[in-house]
C-alpha cells in the first residue's frame, strides 16, 4: 500500500520538469559557467564533446584511447567520476 501510495510514474516527473532549452555554441561562449569547473570541465569540454552531444543527440568522440596515468601513479587531480 505505501509503495501504491508513493508511487511516481515518469509521466509525472515529465510534467514537472521545465522545458529547457538547448544549449548552442554561441550561448556557451557568451559565458563559462564557473560551477563546471568544480568538476573539471573546460571550455573545451564544452564545444568539443557536450555541446555536439546534445545537438546531435549522440555521443562525440573526444579521443581514442586514454592516455593519462593511472590515478595511483599520478599526482594530479583527476575527474570525480573518472
Not at 5 to 12: A, D, K, R
Not at 55 to 71: F, I, T
Request: hydrophobic share 40%.
Amino acid at each position: 500500500e505505501w509503495v501504491k501510495n508513493n508511487l511516481i510514474t515518469v509521466e509525472q516527473l515529465r510534467n514537472k520538469m521545465p522545458d529547457v532549452p538547448i544549449p548552442t555554441r554561441t550561448a556557451v561562449e557568451e559565458g563559462f559557467d564557473h560551477r563546471l569547473a568544480v568538476f573539471n570541465y573546460t571550455r573545451e569540454h564544452l564545444h568539443k564533446l557536450l555541446i555536439p552531444m546534445v545537438v546531435n543527440r549522440k555521443e562525440a568522440l573526444g579521443s581514442m584511447g586514454n592516455d593519462s596515468a593511472l590515478a595511483c601513479m599520478s599526482k594530479g587531480p583527476r575527474l570525480m567520476f573518472d
